[in-house]
């Protein structure tokens, strides 16, 4: 057997950030998906990345969505979790179908919308909660404190509902989501409690650090699940493999389409490559916030701030936290704030990474050019996706399978897709009835004072 793959911090070699000391220690999985984030404020990475077979790759055709699950976060954790385990958490994880939908020739969407909230994030959100769920410290409850403003926190939220030993609170800032937004987080009960912040999103995030370093708290066992676990990352190396697999003819390369915003989608890509997936190129558009297509083409990065406000809103980020991971991986450093401490390698990533910024403008032009050309209907995210494709295919020439991700439902934007198609796209199985769940949250001001005296009255902190 190889040796166990551990994971250490992107800030290891960095003196002095925010004052707290470099974290030098290798932990395990399990560790690092409890603590989230690196001590030092860093970014848990694998110090060694496993080989998948072609072999086995283009075994997995025709196979269930949990084989290529198994294969490829087994890879991973095979030496810290029992197989039938795993593919316990697996099944239960990914009770919905991946459709791969042809567009034209050999190009396709592949929809990762069909999950219990129709966007891509239910597959790293339910995988990572059963995975805590298995890892976590029995003894203890374990509660989950997480600050949302929109998708994040019903993924979250329904993922952890129903899974033993976790509590979740979720906070979001009462004006600042949408009437169904507020439904989706309001009504999924259990385990799962949303609590109404009169503030900013802002508010809610400080709220939730002031209860994390508070130390009279401790007794709480918190955790946070944000975007920036590794726990999240292992699940959407997955995909990819799977798509592949479905498609190839025998030893062809993929062009792969991840319309992005912190860059964990298409991280999952990067991995997938390093462990033996041919992907030719990984296209990485984003929204107008466009510092990373700047980077690639200048080779010098500056973070956007504050970020733009775009149609694809889940992706309007000035500075992306996994890009701390991907400079990681080509022998860089940046920190949280987007200062560069050492310059990755810059030919190689471009080499490997295509980036082009997309208007609001183009993206409206091809969700329209898409329906009318081929009957596909894309939301703003995909759109993004789906035209940064098609940016690169006419400046590098036509590549012949080619695959771009649709990340979330249609029908989570009626509005736009109602005035630029003029028909009401259909609802899927899972935001059927939403309206009518029954479902409240609990008020609170943004206040700390109040905020603590509701965990130390509401929180449980035995078994
Ligand atoms: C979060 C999100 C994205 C961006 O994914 P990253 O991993 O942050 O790059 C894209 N589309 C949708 C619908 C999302 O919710």
Redesign the pocket.
Known sequence: MENKILYYSTNRNLDNINGSLPFRRKVTFGEALLQGQAPDEGLYVPDSIPRISYEDIILLKDKPYAEAALLVTGAFLNDEIDAGILRKIIEDSYPFTIPLQKVFDRKYIMRLDRGPTA???DFAARMMARLMGHFRDRSRRLNVLVATSG?TGSAVGEAFRGIEGIDVNILYPHDEVSERQKKQLDTIGDNVRSLSINGKFDDCQDLVKQAFSDPSLGHLNFTSAN?INFGRILPQMVYYFYAYAQLCQKGEGIVISV????????LGCEYARRMGLPVEKLVMPTNENDEFSRFLKEGEYERLSPSLACL?N??N?GH?SNLARFFELYGGTVDRTGKVHVHPDIEAMRKNIYSVSISDEETKKCIKKTYDRYGVILEP?GAVGWRGLEVYLEQYGDFPLCVSLE??HPAKFPDEIVELLGIMPEVPDSMKGIDERKGKSLELPADYKIFKEYLIDNLKSGV
């Open positions: 966007s891509f994030k998708d975007s319309p992005s915003g912190n860059f964990g989608n298409a694809s889940a992706m980020v992306p995210h990340t979330a």
